[in-house]
Nanobody
């Protein structure tokens, strides 16, 4: 089975940084596009960023210039470096493998004013 495990969430003040990680198993990691989504209370889940097998990245307009997505194929892991965090970034962040519609359990990110 496909398994994704997110980690790295927590509480941070506005302007601070956080690094999220997603460890994947059950897939040939290196050939899969990976993504991060987030869901804030009362809102629909939204795409944050994606990274292709070749390392090409795409970001939501709301996080461009602040978030950086990378992958470590040797460790079957993707990382989301989040800088200059804002209260509106508060959400549960989920890792995703699009091809298999697979999701992790999520990690909570809370940004205080």
């Amino acid at each position: 089975q496909v398994q994704l495990v997110e980690s790295g969430g927590g509480l941070v003040q506005a302007g601070g940084s956080l690094r999220l990680s997603c460890a994947a198993s059950g897939i040939i990691f290196r050939i899969n596009t990976m993504g991060w989504y987030r869901q804030a209370p009362g809102k629909q889940r939204e795409l944050v960023a994606t990274i292709s097998s070749g390392g090409n990245t795409n970001y939501a307009d709301s996080v461009k210039g602040r978030f950086t997505l990378s992958r470590d194929n040797a460790k079957n892991t993707v990382h989301l470096q989040m800088n200059s965090l804002k209260p509106e970034d508060t959400a549960v962040y989920y890792c995703n493998v699009a091809k298999f519609d697979a999701w992790g359990q999520g990690t909570q990110v809370t940004v205080s004013s």
